[in-house]
């Protein structure tokens, strides 16, 4: 196992508590998972504002740029009866979806109490919630929502945590979870709702397939689902001490295009990873590299520009926490980068590569402040020396056009996009986030492949683009 590397992890931002028994954070504390949007900018969401009593509540959302300048958009907080209409407790990421709002849930707070899905744009203005949950009977639209993310379709896509009916196996929980869909346009569709029992109960985060099926887990199982069609829990863990991890430490899909995941193991809370096919098949239980501390949990899993895994925890002989790169064929440990409490300290939002390349992620506590107050939590850089991501195609549409028709392409890695060109011919771009960019084509293009260019190099379309 890789000892710690000679380059370290710096804290971007630190977030400040008053050094008071009860109090009120401005900008919040508790950070959790955050993305890059389509300016380059880091958007996030802390969980909580209060502090000093045995249930806090509030929370805000923010935008950082690379360079550690903070903006505070919004703050959760309580009407004058102590209502947290719009929300309380965001511990999800954002998205940014295609209309060029960000996206989000709240797990709490709202009409209901039972959590809500709002929308914000990037400068902080037209806040608004768009659903609240369980505001139909029997509670069939779910509570408490988990993580959210774009289709391939463009809709966003979610859990939630409970919810969905007054019976069965969950009833004191209103039931044992839901999938939905939310379109731009302001359509909330609840697309399947768990039994818990052939479904199990309580899913986490999601993610989407290159082959476009629902992948997520759920209990000790992983399911797959598509929209109109089945869910199924097609894999069971082989021990019944394992413990997927939380609503915030999705799945991953590899560019070999096999899932991977986190475990814990119930009583000695041993940290391990697998791979596994989305048939089912080739499970490889990879060997432990640690053991998470007391409730902590494991952040999410992410496949970085040299191939690697990399993902942050707090392990117990690391105290503050950890960053590691894993192999992707062993599961070994690779490079370890340590948190040394003014870096940051409680790894649990998980990590994502900017387009530049280096490493980002929060902390739920520690930080550096030089202005008296307590540091809360912390958004880090690394600079781990990897090079910027390259970008990838997986379609567009439409298939064909004349010149000045707009085409929508779907892929990953887009912010930072520099050229786009059909056959060649550069084309004028909006990158609206990143996986998607609207292109128009050229003057003078001809039939043949998109290519997309970012600092992580170029990526071409399998297919061509028919030019009419």
Not at 107 to 126: D, M, P, Q, S
Not at 433 to 443: K, L, M
Request: aromatic share 12%; glycine share 16%; proline share 6%.
């Amino acid at each position: 196992m890789a000892g710690a590397q000679t380059r370290t992890i710096a804290p971007l931002f630190s977030f400040a508590c008053p050094n008071t028994q009860f109090g009120t954070c401005p900008d919040g504390y508790s950070p959790d998972v955050l993305i890059q949007a389509s300016d380059g900018s880091f958007y996030g969401a802390a969980q909580l504002t209060t502090f000093g009593t045995s249930n806090p509540h509030g929370g805000t959302l923010y935008r950082l740029t690379p360079r550690g300048q903070f903006k505070l958009l919004f703050t959760f907080a309580a009407d004058s009866s102590g209502n947290y209409v719009n929300g309380d407790n965001p511990a999800n990421a954002l998205v940014e979806a295609n209309d060029g709002f960000l996206y989000g849930t709240a797990f709490e707070g709202g009409a209901t109490n039972n959590g809500v899905l709002f929308r914000i744009r990037k400068n902080g203005t037209e806040f608004s919630v768009v659903h609240n949950f369980c505001s139909v009977a029997n509670c069939a639209d779910g509570s408490s929502p988990a993580s959210l993310i774009v289709g391939h379709d463009g809709s966003l896509y979610g859990t939630t945590t409970r919810g969905g009916s007054n019976t069965g196996n969950c009833q004191p929980l209103r039931g044992c979870g839901t999938i939905y869909r939310f379109t731009p346009h302001g359509t909330f569709t609840t697309l399947h709702v768990l039994n818990g029992t052939t479904d199990s109960a309580f899913p986490g985060g999601m993610i989407q397939g290159s082959d476009g099926t629902f992948y997520g887990t759920v209990g000790v199982f992983l399911f797959s689902f598509v929209p109109g069609g089945q869910f199924n829990t097609f894999f069971a863990f082989p021990k019944t001490s394992f413990v997927p991890p939380s609503a915030d430490s999705p799945l991953l899909q590899a560019s070999n295009g096999n899932l991977y995941g986190g475990l814990t193991t119930y009583h000695i809370n041993q940290v391990q990873f697998y791979e596994i096919a989305p048939s089912g098949s080739g499970f490889q239980e990879f060997p432990a590299i640690g053991t998470l501390s007391g409730i902590f949990a494991i952040g999410n899993l992410i496949q970085a520009s040299d191939g690697d895994l990399w993902t942050a925890f707090v392990d117990t002989h690391a105290g503050n926490g950890t960053v590691v790169a894993m192999s992707p064929d062993t599961g070994a440990v690779l490079q370890r980068f340590l948190f040394d409490g003014p870096n940051g300290s409680l790894p649990e939002g998980g990590v994502l590569q900017g387009a530049d390349g280096k490493i980002y992620g929060t902390t739920i506590g520690g930080g550096t402040l030089t202005n008296g107050k307590a540091p809360s939590g912390a958004v880090w850089v690394l600079d781990a020396g990897l090079a910027p991501p390259q970008p990838a195609t997986a379609s567009f549409s439409p298939a064909s056009g004349a010149p000045g028709a707009k085409v929508l392409i779907r892929g990953s890695n887009f912010i930072g996009t520099t050229a786009v060109t059909f056959n060649g011919v550069s084309a004028s771009f909006h990158v609206l986030n990143t996986q998607f960019i609207s292109a128009t084509v050229p003057a003078g293009a001809t039939t043949g492949p998109i290519a997309i260019t970012n600092a992580g190099g170029t990526a071409q379309s399998a297919g061509s683009f028919t030019v009419q």
